[in-house]
């Protein structure tokens, strides 16, 4: 009995493998899709084969199944970081600026050390929700945080891309507001 337990975790592993690689580097969603549901059906609760089925559905804009791919992973493993970071954009892409933020937060709380790899593609998405969002102030703090998590290529890279564009938005809003705040004469014709 083991070994055909072994046996079946082998053939499980084997189709996650080959369904990362069409994903990856092949862009072949619908045989990823077949091979990541193979896998799955040897072990429904593998949460990586949960996350990549997730990814692979959004890719094939199938949005709302991608959704409840991450949700049962999650419910699986609700510290599963690339969970969140996935959902958080599919979320975006939807729309709904708020709850991919949220996603974004609790991935923050579950990224351990071997996972810090996720930290700059984390730190970029939460820049660019803040920004949607119009919290300009929000995205210049992140942008801080991520000095203290990120490598310094990778701080200087996102430091780059968002910091002229946040004190652009910042600045503009500020004199938004004093144009708004100052009196206004109005001319009136008889």
């Not at 419910?75 to 599963?80: D, M, P, S, T």
């Not at 890279?157 to 004093?178: F, P």
């Not at 708004?180 to 004469?185: D, I, T, V």
């Amino acid at each position: 009995m083991q070994l055909l337990k072994k046996v079946l975790n082998f053939s499980a592993e084997r189709y996650l493998k080959t369904a990362g690689d069409l994903f990856i580097y092949h862009s072949d969603y619908a045989g990823a899709l077949e091979m990541v549901d193979k896998a799955l059906t040897h072990d429904e609760t593998d949460t990586r084969a949960l996350v990549l089925r997730g990814d692979i559905l959004f890719c094939l804009n199938q949005d709302q199944e991608a959704l409840a791919s991450f949700n049962q992973a999650l419910e699986l493993n609700e510290e599963l970081a690339e969970a969140y970071i996935s959902k958080a954009g599919v979320l975006e892409v939807m729309g709904r600026y708020r709850e991919a933020l949220w996603c974004c937060q609790r991935a923050m709380t579950c990224i351990t050390e071997d996972k810090s790899y996720l930290y700059p593609s984390l730190f970029d998405q939460q820049i660019l929700l803040l920004i949607r969002l119009k919290r300009f102030r929000h995205a210049e703090q992140v942008l801080k945080q991520s000095s203290h998590k990120l490598g310094e290529k990778d701080y200087e890279y996102l430091s780059a891309s968002y910091r002229g564009l946040i004190d652009h938005l910042i600045k503009n809003r500020r004199s938004l507001r004093r144009q708004q705040a100052s009196p206004r004469l109005s001319v009136v014709r008889a």
